[in-house]
């Protein structure tokens, strides 16, 4: 039982904190890319606004003499852009800016100048000569055969102007910027990982020392209640003889009857008190069940009960299903579901199904019943707890019942729910089948 309490306690930690981790890191990143995308973006707009092809032939006329002759003897000076009053050096008209801004410089800039023909006009690959010029034409041609004038080619962000006489594709190389980022992110990964792997081991060192006076109370009260329960067979055993005896000297006697029927419950709670002690605590020795016939068996065995209160049991078992588990404690947890359910059913009809899906078993009893408030719901396999606490001392329901099968359940390593829909009460019990 505390086992999983502490591993609850260890998720409620670990899990928002893991949650948190995520969620900022991501909008950390997200908010990242989308700056320096945009940072980009606004900077190989101006590039392309203000590049100037006759600056580029100039260019690369100093360093190519020869390659003049292929310049236009009819190139006009490129416009001035909207806006520039001549006091910004870094949108100066016919110069790209990256020799006068220093985000400029840091950055490098590609461009592929094409005439309407298709002709290269000219073609620049930056001082690093990362790609070549070949390797930029190529990729410009297959950019303007797509209809996106703008966005990213791998490390590349690119945009395609028009610039009247001739089409430009300039580009703008993010591999710095994405190495940078990577590191980042791979740095925040390992660091975050570490951080959390250590709140693990903190969180699971405090969860022992918290959950530990737990354990040790509940132990204890295990103990009692067994304890309790074993002490007390004697004298209720003795009260029933003398009872009994009297009854015979006496005759009918009202006093002597409500000592015997008091009697008879309190033999009945320290039976379910036993039967819980030994379904948490007592390691029940496991064989192979045929739990179809046990279910059958059990059914059979309340369908005589239903009829005199009234009321019909539709069964639908599936035939030749075998778990590994206890007989008894089976029976028992179909015999406490089946009580339950005629106990608190305010129908005529209770249906009960045994099935078999994939590798586990699936036990569910269902009977018409006014709703549960889910309040209350998640309580309803405490001990003691009763949904009606007006019915308290009534019949031989102590609240123990379902506190008992929730037990038997977990024993075969399985589990016990209970849902409420459309006025309809169903417990279901999933057990794993075992190879």
Known sequence: MFSKSRKKIILSIMGPLILLFVLTLSVIMLASYQEIRQKNADMLE?????????????????????????IPDNSEPE??????????????????????????????????????????????????????EEDLVELAEGLLEGNRKSGRSGNLFYIISDKGEYTLVAFLDNTVTESSMNTLLRNVLLVGGAAIAALFFISLFLSKRIIRPLEENDRQQKQFV?????????????ISTNAEMLSRELGGNEWLANIRYENERMGGLVKQLLDLSRAENT?????????????????????????????????????????????????????????????HSTGREIEISLKLQSHTVLLSVVNKGDEIPP?????????????????????????????????????????????????????????PVKK
């Not at 067994?226 to 003795?238: F, N, Q, R």
């Not at 031989?396 to 506190?403: I, K, M, P, T, V």
């Open 46 to 70: 101006r590039y392309a606004e203000l590049y100037s092809l006759e600056q580029q032939m100039g260019d690369q006329d100093a360093q190519k003499p020869d390659s003049r002759q292929d």
């Open 79 to 132: 416009p001035v852009p909207d806006g520039w009053d001549g006091k910004d050096p870094g949108v100066r008209p016919g110069k790209p800016p990256i020799d006068d801004r220093p985000d400029y410089q840091l950055s490098t800039f590609y461009s592929v100048a094409l005439a309407d023909d298709g002709t290269v006009l000219a073609a620049d690959n930056g001082a690093k000569a990362v790609y070549s």
């Open 226 to 238: 067994s304890d309790a329960g074993h002490e007390l067979k004697t004298p209720i055993a003795v």
């Open 283 to 343: 390691e029940t020795p496991m064989e192979k069940v045929n739990l179809s016939r046990t279910v059958t068996g059990e059914t059979l065995a309340f369908e005589s009960l239903a009829f005199d209160q009234g009321k019909m049991i539709e069964s639908d078992i599936e035939e030749g299903i075998f778990v590994t588990g206890s007989q008894a404690q089976l029976a028992q947890l179909t015999s406490i579901l089946l009580d339950n359910a005629l106990h």
């Open 375 to 431: 309040g209350k719901m998640e309580h309803l396999f405490d001990r003691f707890y009763r949904v009606d606490e007006a019915r308290n001392s009534e019949g031989q329901h102590y609240g123990l019942g379902l506190s008992i099968a929730k037990a038997a359940a977990e024993k075969h390593g399985g589990n016990i729910g209970v849902s409420c829909q459309n006025g309809k009460v169903r417990f279901t019990v999933s057990i």
